[in-house]
């Protein structure tokens, strides 16, 4: 089934692109998040009009995630967990733990756009990379201590 991406979605395209997808993945994933719309005759006519659309707002995301970006380097997010002696975590700190810690600095982060090869189980600081919209990449640092 052929599609016009709405959004950038990874390892499939970036917007305004028109790419052959599993009819049950557009069906049920890109079609209902309004991240494609089918690629009709009308759809294709307006592709054109689509694209400076979506040129224009890619514009103004990529500034504003820039922005965003410049702000999260410095954002430095503490987290205080129960240690056994070998400083090594009872629990862990994951990325939904980093996305509510941002939240509560006043940073709308998803989840599933910080990159956490897995969840930490160590104390210490480690730096931790998020990808934002369109390319744009920002790292934090994440400090977790031993819980007194």
Known sequence: MQI?????VEKLGTRGEVVEV?????RNYLL?????????????KRLEKIRITLSKRTATEKD?????????????VK???????????FGSVTSA??????????FEIDKRRIQLDEP???????MVTVKLV???TAEFKVVVEKEA
């Open 4 to 8: 016009i991406l709405q959004e950038d």
């Open 22 to 26: 599993a009819a049950g993945y557009a």
């Open 97 to 106: 733990d980093l996305a509510d810690a941002l939240k509560a600095q006043g």
């Open 134 to 136: 369109h390319g744009v």
């Open 120 to 126: 930490i189980k160590i104390v210490g600081e480690r």
């Open 64 to 76: 504003a995630a820039q922005q965003q970006a410049a702000l999260l380097n410095q954002v430095t």
């Open 79 to 89: 987290f205080a967990r129960k240690a056994g002696e070998t400083d090594q975590l």
């Open 32 to 44: 209902p998040h309004k991240l494609a719309l089918e690629a009709s005759p009308a759809n294709i």
